[in-house]
């Protein structure tokens, strides 16, 4: 093991990051300062333009999580050589709580049924006492106060063994995990649901928190092959990270595809069947006016692109062919995102905005700037873990 470690730098060295910090950081400010601007004069268009970029970020977030969560649950092996990376991934999760605090000065914005003149809908006194600000707020403070914990926890743990290799980290890890997999299914679910959902209080599905869920595991797995990919190009994780890997991530960014398409498939069957209307109206507006082009973009670039792309066992074990998919999926997913909160503004059709942009640009740049200056902070993958040297000889 100690020989692996020799032929790669363990830490990451801040002069491969350059000027990119500052970069992101002044790109950071400046969306934020021009996306505050703009919501002086269109708090509409913010308010929806900003919980599409923080959701978008949220999920990559959640998914490293929930991949840290499944690591520790199975006792996996071959993937301790990327878990240091989902868990700076994961990490960010604390950072995208103080990022939501500007959705709570747009709240009615977003949430009609916080605005007076649908107190009295006989549809929000049904979903009452669940509708209420009071409760609304606590949960997010919950999902938040969770996903801060976990990640945090896990993490640190992680990196305490990286000082003395003690096997008991392993298994407090493995502890934490089993408590937590039913809260990370609970958040996720009822967080897509209050925040995405809650967009229109009528609408509801069974199926909402399990299709974000799939669109959120897959998202994460695509991050994830670019950021190991760019290190490796920078000279890390040499005789660490092999095809061997790449090959299981493939496989897994595979299933996922199909898996959301099983999911969207399935939720939008049982409504058409159906035909209640409370149920169609999500469907409707998404399937009419320039809207329709977006939703079959989705299908056919979501699902089929993908799936024909990583059927063929050959394309899973090049990295720079599953980095070209991984960034397809992310465009994908990025509008997905898009086709959920969106039309609920623009209910006639697509109407870009720069504020848009802008959102992810300043959502965006905070992350990567905050993930740059932590990565340094701990070795780039678990050194003393026990199950490292079957991961780094691992043979798929």
Not at 79 to 102: C, Y
Not at 303 to 322: D, E, I, M, Q, S
Not at 334 to 353: E, F, Q, R, T, W
């Amino acid at each position: 093991m100690s020989d692996h470690h020799q032929d790669s730098p363990q830490t990451f060295d801040y002069k491969h990051v350059g000027g990119r910090f500052l970069g992101l950081v002044a790109t950071a400010l400046v969306a934020y300062i021009a996306v505050f601007v703009g919501a002086g004069y269109d708090p509409a268009q913010f308010a929806f333009s900003y919980l599409f970029a923080f959701t978008f970020f949220l999920t990559i977030c959640m998914g490293g999580l929930f991949w840290i969560l499944v690591h520790h649950a199975v006792d996996a092996e071959w993937s301790v050589v990327v878990r240091r990376q989902l868990e700076n991934i994961a990490s960010l999760l604390p950072v995208l709580g103080l990022l939501f605090v500007p959705l709570v000065f747009v709240a009615p914005q977003l949430w009609q049924w916080m605005r007076p003149e649908n107190a009295h809908d006989p549809l929000l006194l049904e979903k009452w006492p669940y509708l209420t600000p009071a409760f609304f707020w606590g949960r997010a403070a919950f999902y938040f106060f969770f996903f801060t914990v976990a990640a945090v926890w896990l993490r640190a743990n992680s990196i305490l063994q990286d000082k003395d290799g003690a096997p008991r980290y392993t298994v407090f890890n493995r502890r934490i995990t089993f408590a937590s997999l039913p809260l990370f299914a609970v958040c996720l679910t009822f967080g897509a649901i209050d925040w995405l959902m809650g967009l229109d209080y009528h609408w509801f599905s069974t199926m909402w928190g399990v299709y974000i869920f799939a669109g959120t595991a897959l998202s994460s797995l695509c991050v994830l092959v670019l950021l190991i990919t760019a290190l490796r190009g920078a000279g890390y994780f040499r005789n660490i990270i092999s095809v061997e890997h790449y090959h299981i991530i493939g496989k897994l960014m595979f299933a996922f595809t199909v898996f959301w398409a099983y999911i969207g498939f399935s939720q939008y069957m049982l409504i058409w069947y159906a035909n209640i209307p409370e149920e169609t109206i999500y469907f409707l507006r998404r399937n009419t006016e320039s809207w329709q082009i977006l939703s079959t973009a989705l299908v056919v670039g979501h699902f089929f692109v993908p799936f024909l792309l990583l059927l063929p066992n050959p394309g899973k074990r090049k990295p720079a062919f599953l980095c070209g998919v991984a960034v397809w999926i992310l465009l994908m997913h990025l509008l997905d995102i898009y086709v959920v909160v969106l039309p609920a503004l623009h209910k006639a059709g697509v109407a870009l905005s720069w504020m848009d942009f802008a959102c992810l640009a300043a959502v965006g740049c905070t992350l990567a700037a905050v993930f740059l200056k932590r990565l340094g902070d701990a070795p780039l993958w678990p050194l003393r873990d026990p199950r490292l040297p079957n991961s780094i000889a691992l043979k798929n």
